[in-house]
């Protein structure tokens, strides 16, 4: 029999006892894409409502969508890791419980479709990240080798065939599901393509008419933990832990309040519930994540490895004070309370904690999905107005140097976008030939020739 490694932290090994006995919890949510931002985020506030409360319903079963390494992790350490937050001059490091169980889905994905399907589960939350949705102009992508494969009736691995399999299965208590990835009205648009996908499937019935998509906003800077982060950790709590993720103090969560059954007491715990989540999304996608791709792309291209080296440089955080103010301001309706002014202030505030050393690589990557979402709308919103979008075009150009130079792009069409550049050898070509892709750029934008010269403009002068 293995021995407990009594140098992991683990139920047995525990130097700081987590808020609520994880012995007594019993699973009531699911986690599709177990990530160091959910580690960060949902567990944290899961765990601080059922300490408020002292419900003990809510454990998560967290899924993994690709490797085991995190059940690799998690497993021997009873599903305990730390937070480790860093602060521009101070750290804490606090031991989260709320993790019961980790599921790998390519290695038993018919446990992950059992588990949405148990009624005991309430509530799913998903983080898979822009690209886990594998859909295409607004839709879910019927092309895609990984949805035809669930089509075809494997047991499901993609996302949308494991909720629509798992709905299909379920009967009971109806079925709440809340996306935290970073979309435009992300829980509408799940919605959308799990319809779709059990229309192609041929699935159907109560539980798809009952289930509940909430839209949510999601905010927290949460970095790639590092081998570094992992010696600091076993500093603090005195026992190593393979699963620490490492986070900023700052931590938001907004829900639409349209849950179909029992939750969590995540508003006890700080999280805001409301009718509209739209205004907070808007204002957060084109300030926040728009900004913070500008500076990836530019912070790369002038050789910076972290975004907050990037807004430490005048020029870039000029840039991206000019972005806010003169392309994202104009096209936004502030959410009640808050100043927008302020909120970009604020923004690029964190992205100045140097304690944090978010890689401007680690922003970069899939661009191709975030683009749309972050800087696109804006450009659009304001090619309609009448204006002339300088700032979030020289963000979309810096992409667009950034993809060209970079000898590896991470990015779900890698091959597609170094191919389109491979013969790129002017700024007009290679405009020309990004701007063609039109799974990035709508038709509105590829045939827009104010928004072409801008790019030209600003990959010559990126170039030069
Ligand atoms: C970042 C986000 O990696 C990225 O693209 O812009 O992960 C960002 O850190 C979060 O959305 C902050 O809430």
Known sequence: MNRPDSTRLSLTNLPTKPAVDPNELTVGIVHLGLGAFHRAHQAVFTERAAQLTGETRWGITGVSQRSAAVREQLAPQDGLYAVLTRGTDSTSIDVIGSIREVLTAPEDPDAVVARIADPRVSVVTLTVTEKGYRAANGGLDLSDPEIQADLAGRPPRTVVGQLAAGLARRSGEALTIVSCDNLVANGPFLQRLVRQYADAAGLGGEQFESAAFPASMVDRIVPATTDADRDEAARLLGVRDEAVVVAEPFLQWIIEDHFAGARPAWDAAGAVLTADVAPWEQAKLRMLNATHSMLAYLGALRGYETIAEAVRDDELAAAARELLSADVGPTLTPPDGLDLTA??????????????????????????????????????????????????????????????????????????????????????????????????????????????????????????
């Not at 304001?382 to 300088?390: N, S, V």
């Open 343 to 464: 909120y970009g202030e604020s923004v690029l505030d964190r992205f100045a904690n140097p304690a944090l050393k978010h890689r401007t690589t680690q922003v970069a990557m899939d661009g191709s999905v975030k683009l749309p979402v972050r800087l696109l709308g804006t450009v659009q919103d304001r090619l309609t107005a009448g204006a002339e979008p300088h700032s979030a075009s020289l963000a979309v150009a810096a992409w667009m140097v950034y993809v060209a130079r970079a000898t590896t792009v991470d990015d779900p069409q890698a091959d597609r976008l170094k191919a389109a550049t491979a013969d790129a050898t002017t700024p007009t070509a290679l405009v020309d030939a990004l701007l063609a892709v039109d799974t990035v750029f709508p038709e509105d934008l590829r045939e827009n020739d104010t928004f072409r010269a801008l790019l030209v403009d600003h990959v010559s002068t990126l170039t030069r």
